[in-house]
Structures are given as structure tokens and as C-alpha cells.
């Protein structure tokens, strides 16, 4: 019996043991901060590397009393939602952020926000807020553009003033950069975080702002595709002019031959009506007789009656004509 109790002693106190030494065990990572805490308090020894930060390796601490806490080393991302800004032309815009940052002070850092959750909500604070003012100081063009463009204007074309693009000063990456400088220290001094880099990463309008865009956009082009329709039937018209004025000249012209062509055969016929006048005889007489022909064709129609006298010019041609009686 005794023998039975002295075996479950002496488990009970090797599994104590064992328990006891896994809990005074802890190893420190390459890529972590690591410093130790009893009743609350920050403990500084003789392997650190700073006030509470341990070295990498195997490292030993009073179990049950003493707690490790354990920071990233390594860069950290930050990536906030979406917000909604106002530049100092009154234009509301919504911008999208994020930043890199790194734990650079532990302990101060454990002790001003205590772990990353807590760390990101403040850089939000903070970030948001330095970025808020920084754009409440500057206009529009600063903030969407980093470089100075040039137009390439297209041969014999002009910008209008609303279409030329507006000369800046500073640019989104300058912006981007007085943000950084505003809050670095502030973050460094509060909360031992280092901010390593901070940047726009996307800038857009606010749905009302892209609404009266988008309307004053399609207004512009509609007054485009009204100058270029404007032009176009001015166009029109001034070639419907000159095929007018040509088609006038050639007629004109034309007219012209034709009452020359006209006077010269009118010419030509009075001098063969005069040179048959002059003439006597048969050749006289026929051409007489051909006029008259001419005549009763162009004045007589069908439903007309002609009565001759017996000494009528037309009553003796047709006498003439007549075959004679046997």
C-alpha cells in the first residue's frame, strides 16, 4: 500500500516538474520582439537589446509569475477603408490610403496601445486625420496629378481654357510625402511605431460630385458635336453655293452658244431667204411654194376648215399642182 502510494507521489511530482520546466521554456524568433512582464511590470536583465527586449534563441523565465509578449519585427501593412475628404476649392473626393509600418519600441508600444488590433485603429486616427488636413490645404489638380503633362495638340487644332490642363506646384506623391512628415513623429513618439512609407492609393469623387461630372461632361461634348455639326452645314451650304454659282455659269454659258449658234443659223437663213427673193422664175416660184406649205403646216390642225378664194395665192398653187384634165 505504501509502496502504491510512494509511485503515485513521486508522478504526480515528476508531471509538477515537467509542467514547471515547459513553462520556463520559451524560444525568442528572428522575426519577433519579445520582452517579459511580472505583475504588469517590464523586467530588464542582462541579455537585452534595449530596455525589455530579448535576443533571439532559448530563453528561460520564473514560470507562472513572469508572461512573454511577442511583437512582429518585420514591416507591417496598414490599409484603411475608403474616405471622404474636402480640397480647398470645396471639391469632395474620396480617397483610399495605406502604409507600411513597423513596431520600432516595443514596451512603448505595449504600453500605449497593447497589441496590432489596437495599433491600427490609432495609425487610422492618425494617418486619416494628417491626410485630411494636408488636402483641406491644397486644390483639386495637386491632389490627382504627379507630373507636369504636356498636350500634344493635333496640327491646326487649339485647346480651349476649360480643355488646358491647370500648372500645380506639388503633386499627389508631394502630398503623399507631407502626410508622412506630419505623422512619423507623432506615431514615433506616442506609440514607438515608425512609419516607413504612406500613400494614395486610389482617388475618386463622391457619387454626387461624379454625378454633376458626368453631366457636365456630356454637356461639353454636346456643344462639340453641335460646333462640328455647325461647321459641317456651313460647309454644306458653301458648297451648295458653288455647285449653284458653276451650274449658273454653265448654263449661262451655254444659253449663250445656243443664241449664237441660233443668230447664226437665223443669219444664214436670211441670206438664203434673200438670195431665193432675189432670184426669178421656177426657183422663185418653188421656194414661194414651200413657204406657203410651211405655213398651212404650222397654222392648220386637223379640226380646222380653210376656204380659198379664187384668186387666193394658196387657191392658185393648189389650181397649179392639180393634175390636168384629158
Known amino acids: 500500500m505504501f509502496r502504491q502510494f510512494t509511485s503515485i507521489f513521486v508522478g504526480i511530482l515528476l508531471f509538477i516538474v515537467v509542467i514547471v520546466i515547459s513553462s520556463s521554456i520559451y524560444i525568442v524568433d528572428e522575426t519577433k520582439q519579445v520582452f517579459e512582464t511580472r505583475f504588469g511590470k517590464i523586467i530588464t536583465d542582462s541579455y537585452v537589446n534595449g530596455p525589455g527586449k530579448k535576443e533571439a534563441g532559448l530563453k528561460f523565465r520564473v514560470p507562472f509569475i513572469t508572461k512573454v509578449h511577442e511583437f512582429e519585427k518585420r514591416y507591417l501593412e496598414w490599409d484603411d477603408e475608403p474616405e471622404k475628404v ?21 514596451t512603448k508600444f505595449y504600453k500605449a496601445v497593447t497589441d496590432e488590433r489596437s495599433a ?13 488636413t494636408v488636402l483641406a490645404a491644397h486644390d483639386l ?30 503633386g499627389r506623391s508631394a502630398l503623399a510625402l507631407q502626410v508622412m512628415e506630419n505623422a512619423a513623429p507623432k506615431l ?23 454625378l454633376e461630372i458626368f453631366k457636365r461632361m456630356i454637356t461639353e461634348r454636346g456643344q462639340i458635336a453641335s460646333k462640328f455639326r455647325s461647321e459641317g452645314d456651313g460647309e454644306a451650304a458653301e458648297i451648295m453655293g458653288r455647285q449653284q454659282r458653276e451650274l449658273k455659269t454653265i448654263t449661262s454659258e451655254a444659253y449663250l452658244q445656243q443664241q449664237e449658234i441660233r443668230g447664226k443659223a437665223d443669219a444664214e437663213a436670211v441670206a438664203i431667204y434673200a ?9 422663185r416660184e418653188f421656194y414661194e411654194f414651200l413657204k406657203t406649205m410651211e405655213t398651212l403646216e404650222t397654222t392648220l390642225s386637223n379640226e380646222d376648215t380653210l376656204i380659198f378664194s379664187t384668186d387666193s395665192d394658196f387657191f392658185r398653187y393648189l389650181k397649179r399642182s392639180a393634175p390636168a384634165e384629158e
Open 120 to 132: 491600427k485603429s490609432r495609425l487610422s486616427d492618425r494617418l486619416n486625420g494628417a491626410a485630411r
Open 188 to 210: 514615433m513618439e506616442e506609440f514607438g511605431i515608425r512609419l516607413l512609407d504612406f500613400r494614395f492609393k486610389r482617388i475618386n469623387y463622391t457619387d454626387k460630385v461624379r
Open 141 to 170: 489638380v495637386e491632389v490627382i496629378r504627379s507630373k507636369q503633362r504636356k498636350v500634344v495638340i493635333p496640327e491646326g487644332q487649339s485647346l480651349d481654357e476649360q480643355t488646358q490642363l491647370m500648372p500645380f506646384s506639388k
Open 86 to 106: 474636402t480640397t480647398r476649392n470645396k471639391v469632395f473626393i474620396e480617397i483610399d490610403t495605406y502604409a507600411r509600418w513597423r513596431i520600432e519600441d516595443a
Open 275 to 283: 438670195e431665193a427673193f432675189n432670184q426669178s422664175g421656177e426657183a
